[in-house]
């Protein structure tokens, strides 16, 4: 069955979005506006508890239609959109097992961060768990319900994930050294 996926029911919970799962699609995360379930090797689902949040990604993953970080957009139904299954670990957990940030993955969050700014996203503030690391460690960047939600052009809350992981200083340096125009930008105030 085609939308077999529309029985998986989310509500607000405690700590994130709650689910009940009664298909075989496999959990793959959840946040506060929704929960990801893997649909095949290709795509994935995120049914989400506020309707307007749908409206707001899918905005976002339209704008990002032409972007290599954005996932691709498949299907927008009324509480869910299907996109791009997008295979890897999330960046914080992925530098938590290397111990160290590599001049590779330094670029790669500058060049999203960049890419998330010429997209004209008003929120590019995201934590390094909505960074992906692919096979071929390149970032994508997931979870956009939020994009609108504020207008915050500064990445403080990347900024805090770095230092809690004793990295901060390594991007920084990355930075200053490689874009001194995104360094003022972005370290400014720091």
């Known amino acids: 069955m085609k939308y077999d996926f529309l029985k998986i029911k989310v509500y607000p919970g405690k700590d994130g979005v709650e689910y009940k799962n009664p298909t075989p699609y ?14 095949s090797s290709e795509k994935c689902v995120k049914i989400y508890v506020k309707l307007e949040r749908v409206k707001t990604e899918k905005k976002a993953l339209l704008k990002g239609v032409n972007s290599p970080i954005i996932p691709k957009l498949y299907e ?3 509480n ?5 299954y997008v295979k890897g670990s999330n960046l914080y957990d992925y530098l938590c097992k290397k111990g ?34 692919t096979n071929d460690k390149r ?3 997931i979870d ?15 900024f805090n994930d770095l230092k809690k992981l004793g990295l901060y200083k ?11 125009n995104s360094y003022l930008e972005f370290f400014k105030a720091s």
């Open 80 to 84: 869910y959109i299907v996109m791009e």
């Open 26 to 39: 496999k959990f793959l995360g959840r946040g506060y506006t929704g929960a990801v379930f893997k649909l």
């Open 144 to 158: 956009h319900a939020g994009v609108y939600k504020s207008y915050e052009q500064r990445p403080t809350l990347l």
């Open 100 to 133: 160290y940030l590599s001049n590779e993955i330094s670029e790669q969050i500058l060049f999203c961060l960049k890419e998330l700014k010429k997209l004209k996203f008003p929120r590019i503030n995201v934590h390094l768990r909505h960074f992906i690391v």
């Open 76 to 78: 927008v139904g009324k």
């Open 139 to 141: 970032l994508k960047v």
């Open 170 to 180: 390594e991007f920084k340096n990355y930075v200053k050294t490689h874009d001194p």
